[in-house]
């Protein structure tokens, strides 16, 4: 028990950036309560709010809870009707991410998934049209795949594009919950069939152990997504480079770019913002690298709250 505790302390920090030191706010504010007792300092309204609040979905701003999820929805229109742009940052694609939401979602927001952050990074679209795609490298692919024991080859899964590839058969558990996650079937194709698309996802069911013992050799990020499946991806590559690039293209510091999530693919992004929230629900460690934290969770309107504070208005 000692052991898989250590392991799963280990991969926390692994996964979830622990260790890092968190950045100061550069941001002149002006006063407001509404955060979890923490030792962050107290929330100060900012005197020039930001264009652009990038936010996180699943665990933060969708939510089963139906009257948690209209606010959050009535956060974003009271937000853009102010002159801001509220933007998805998230680990979904685009369209996944606007089914999520709902069939009145653009009509009612007037967004449509432009401009946002997709794949945790490896889809970046301007107002109109894609900017940035942002592909695992053939390197990086074959360094992983180099290191995996043969009989862990079914378990792992590449995606191109609306496909998804394995290098033998795919294992019929893992076959049933990607289905039900929605993933299309697998095929078959060989290693130098794989490495010539340009892969920009890859998941591996694996225990901590495993994924322990494969990051003793490689350097990555590993996210959860739950039943034992992780997304694997560089170091380098995650929310934060999205926000950056994003930025760039319209001309802001992107540290000047908000943002509120909840999980291990937040982290970065807490740490670039200025003005980076952490909802109620998300895990201490992760917590620990956002600016503030609120004491909402996804479950009780977090977003619209973190939106309120940052532009100066309250949804009933």
Not at 116 to 129: E, L, P, S
Not at 139 to 168: A, E, K, W
Not at 252 to 276: K, Q, R, T, V, Y
Not at 295 to 302: L, M, S, V
Request: aromatic share 10%.
């Amino acid at each position: 028990m000692k052991v898989l505790a250590l392991l799963l302390l280990s991969l926390n920090f692994a996964i979830g950036g622990g260790g890092r030191t968190e950045s100061e706010s550069r941001t002149r504010h002006n006063s407001s309560t509404h955060l979890l007792a923490t030792n962050k300092p107290q929330f100060l309204r900012p005197e020039n709010p930001p264009k652009y609040f990038a936010i996180d979905i699943d665990g933060t701003l969708f939510s089963e809870n139906e009257e948690a999820l209209e606010n959050n929805i009535k956060a974003i229109i009271e937000a853009k009707k102010r002159g801001y742009t509220p933007f998805f940052c998230t680990g979904k694609s685009r369209g996944s991410a606007l089914k999520l939401m709902g069939d009145d979602f653009v009509e009612r927001t007037g967004y449509n998934g432009y401009p946002g952050v997709y794949r945790n990074g490896a889809f970046i679209y301007g107002d109109n049209d894609a900017l940035h795609m942002n592909i695992l490298s053939r390197h990086f692919l074959s360094d992983i795949i180099g290191f995996l024991p043969n009989d862990s080859l079914n378990r792992v899964i590449f995606f191109h594009r609306d496909d998804s590839y394995s290098l033998v058969d795919t294992d019929p558990k893992i076959k049933d919950i990607l289905k039900a996650k929605g993933f299309p079937d697998t095929q078959v194709k060989t290693l130098d069939e794989i490495l010539d698309f340009k892969i920009r996802k890859m998941i591996i069911s694996s225990d901590v152990s495993e994924l322990s013992k494969l990051r003793e050799n490689l350097g990555f990020n590993a996210f959860g997504l739950r039943d034992n499946l992780y997304e694997i991806l560089p170091l380098d590559l995650n929310k934060a480079l999205g926000i950056k690039q994003l930025m760039e293209h319209y001309g802001i510091p992107p540290e000047e770019c908000a943002f509120i999530g909840n999980g291990d693919n937040d982290i970065e992004a807490m740490e670039l913002s200025s003005l980076s929230f952490a909802v109620g629900n998300a895990p201490d460690y992760v917590k620990k690298h956002a600016k503030w934290v609120l004491e909402e969770t996804c479950d009780e309107g977090a977003v619209a709250k973190a939106l309120g504070l940052v532009y100066g208005f309250t949804i009933e």
